[in-house]
């Protein structure tokens, strides 16, 4: 035995019976897509859960080192037990699991075997209480499916994102090493392999690597030097990667899922680059802290979009937090919710963005990226800082932390969960209506003039409109809102066309509310519809149609739900051609302001009214030829939509359709 290995060797406990563990883990499939990612994510999210003083930034160091056998003798030794998986099972899912680990440690006995080292600084570490099965390093060197983070914010619930630093390891095997801030240290190896004998005697699928008979090391000085930590925190060791393998898709990772961390100064990484045998330097460190970040951010990911399914690419959205309220563009909405408490929301626009929103709670980890089918053109971040309410989102995430949905609560936090889901989602919808209502840009009116001459008025954007009562030279510059082009007046010349038709027609806008109602003959509310497609239907598929059984509000033996009821609104359309499409300008002039609006567009036809699909609409949603999501105010608002068929058309605006 190695003196520097100080008589460490594996402990695998004789089995007492119960059920056998064969080759195949099946919380560890949940991590093995992206293995250096899901490490990434598992690794920090721990070490953000246990700072120590919150006013300074975590550290967490990525690190290659190299093993030998001649100097790791015991720790080498769990070919043996490979073996005898082996043996013990024959069939081929155990040689297709353990020959390539024995290849392994044999091809890599003589030169050494690399482990990642993955350690923290600015942590509390993780202590450890005999027979206390709810201490931290109970929970994570020797139990499974068992989590023990006390914060409500911690990143995890389940326990099972352990078996991302397994996934890493050719051989299936880390040691850990901890220090607690009371200066308590503590360590020891684990190796989950499967059932297998071993000197006679049937053995558990978990071993654990120490020098004190299968117990975790809480001497010091019994502790190896290479494994031995002289601060508090943590440091995990997984053995068996080779030199620098993963080293990108950390940095990605890093860069992907922790980019707020380290921009609000609540952690800074150093990854380390192994360079043996180079003259000069044994290792390279790439510094991620807020001095780098954003050089790092736009050499990495050069797209300016996040476009590509399946993958995800932060840079619009850290824009969208850095440039926060910096012009027009960049917008940031703050609010205090029921359920969710403190939240945050940061709006990019940006009419080449797929509508995509970043979810971030308290340890600021992307948790997930969603796309919105609205159509608005931006990409958003919203953030839970709030303690409450991290608890709630916290139980509504899944075991790899990727989502949050209410059925994945435990029973007693699902009526929470989705009430919290619900109001987060109320609050983004209401808060992307404030932003893209309006441009909020000013107009001169003069009264009167518009009897003359087709002047839009403030709800009526200028660059919408094409009524060519002025002639101008283009002057190659645009606006501040960056949508359109500028000219320069050239000298007034004589003009006589008419402007476009003004002629006024009677329509109807649904406007959807909550309420409390009852199944009535006569009544005047409607429900049983939609505004958003349900599961098996595609794009331009209608849902339901309106109206539906009648209701009438009830505070007594109503039932809560949203309910509608139609109002009658003045119009007046034109269509106008704009780089060879069609485009019909609606204005439409409502004597109440409508935070929830839907109409069916109808185009007048020689025989009847038809229906062709709206395919883009400049306020709220469509589905079919319904615009749903309309916000209208007082008096003038423009609806500009384009239809599938690319041709011009007599208008007409209804609330629902009548079948």
């Known amino acids: 035995m190695a003196i520097s290995e ?63 056998e001649a100097n790791c003798p015991g720790l080498f030794s769990i070919r043996d037990h490979f073996q005898e998986c082996i043996n013990f099972w024959n069939n081929q899912p155990a040689k297709d699991k353990f020959e390539p680990k024995i290849r392994y440690i044999d091809e890599n006995a003589v030169g050494g075997m690399f482990c990642l080292e993955v350690s923290d600084s600015n942590t509390s570490g993780m202590d450890y209480r005999p027979e206390d099965h709810s201490c931290p390093f109970y929970s994570f060197v020797r139990s499974a499916g068992n989590s023990s983070k006390a914060m409500n914010s911690a990143g995890g619930s389940y326990g099972f994102g352990k078996a991302a630093y397994y996934n890493v390891s050719r051989i299936s095997t880390v040691l850990v090493s901890t220090q607690t801030s009371e200066g308590k240290n503590f360590f020891e190896g684990v190796s989950s392999i499967c059932t297998h004998k071993y000197e006679g005697k049937k053995r558990t699928h978990v071993g654990y690597y120490d020098n004190n008979d299968g117990e975790p090391v809480t001497d010091i000085d019994r502790i190896p030097k290479r494994f031995k930590r002289d601060e508090p925190g943590t440091s995990v060791f997984i053995a068996g990667v080779d030199q620098n393998e993963g080293y990108e898709d950390i940095v990605s990772a890093v860069l992907t899922h922790f980019w707020l961390s380290i921009l609000e100064g609540k952690l ?48 619009p959205y850290y824009e969208a937090v850095k440039l926060a309220d910096s012009d027009k563009s960049h917008i940031l909405i703050k609010d205090y919710l029921p359920s969710l408490g403190n939240v945050r929301f940061y709006v990019k626009r940006d009419k080449h963005a797929a509508d995509r929103i970043s979810y971030m709670r308290s340890p ?161 509310l409607y429900s049983g519809h939609t505004t958003k497609p349900r599961r098996g239907h595609g794009e331009g598929e209608p849902t339901s149609k309106l109206p539906s059984q009648p209701h009438e509000e009830s505070e007594e033996r109503g039932k809560v739900g949203t309910y509608a009821y139609p109002i009658e609104v003045n119009y007046r359309s034109f269509a106008q051609v704009e780089d060879g499409k069609v485009y019909h300008v609606i204005i439409i ?62 208008i007409k605006l209804e609330a629902y359709e009548n079948k």
Request: net charge negative; glycine share 8%.
């Open 268 to 315: 800074t990484v150093s990854i380390k680059l192994n360079n043996e045998g180079n003259l000069f330097t044994a290792e390279e460190a790439l510094e991620i802290n807020g001095d780098t970040l954003d050089d790092l951010i736009y050499k990495t990911f050069t797209d300016e979009q996040d476009n590509i399914r399946g993958h995800s690419n932060p840079r």
């Open 589 to 650: 002039h409502s004597e109440i302001e409508v935070e929830d609006g839907q109409v069916v567009i109808f185009t007048g036809g020689e025989q009847d009214d038809e229906r062709i699909r709206v395919v883009d609409s400049s306020i709220g949603s469509v589905i079919d030829n319904t615009v749903y999501g309309l916000q209208l105010h007082p008096g003038k608002n423009t609806l500009r939509i384009r239809l599938a068929d690319d041709m011009k058309h007599a």
């Open 6 to 68: 100080l008589e460490c060797k594996w402990h695998f406990a004789p089995s007492s019976g119960g059920i056998d563990q064969g080759p195949n883990e099946a919380m560890s499939e949940l991590f093995k897509k992206e293995p250096y990612e899901s490490l990434v994510r598992e690794s920090i999210q721990n070490s953000l859960d246990a700072v120590q003083d919150r006013s300074k930034p975590v550290h967490v160091v990525f690190r290659w080192k190299r093993l030998t």
């Open 364 to 524: 600021r980890m992307l948790v997930c990226n969603k796309t919105n089918s609205t159509g608005y053109g931006f990409y958003g971040v919203f953030i839970c800082d709030d303690e409450k309410g991290n608890e709630i989102l916290r139980h509504t995430e899944n075991p790899s932390h990727s989502e949050w949905d209410w059925k994945n609560c435990p029973p007693i936090y699902k009526p929470a969960g989705k009430n919290a889901l619900n109001e987060k989602q109320e609050f983004i919808d209401q808060a992307l209506i404030r932003i893209f209502s309006s441009n909020g840009a000013e107009f001169l009116n003069i009264a009167g003039l518009d009897e003359f001459l087709y002047i839009p008025t403030a709800y009526e954007e200028i660059e919408d409109f094409d009524t060519q009562a002025f002639t101008g030279t283009p002057t190659g510059q645009v606006q501040e809102e960056g949508t359109s082009s500028t000219t320069e007046l050239n000298d007034p010349k004589p003009f006589s066309a008419p402007a476009p038709e003004e002629k006024t027609s009677t329509g109807h806008v649904l406007v959807n509310y909550r309420s409390t109602a009852e199944n009535a003959e006569l009544g005047e």
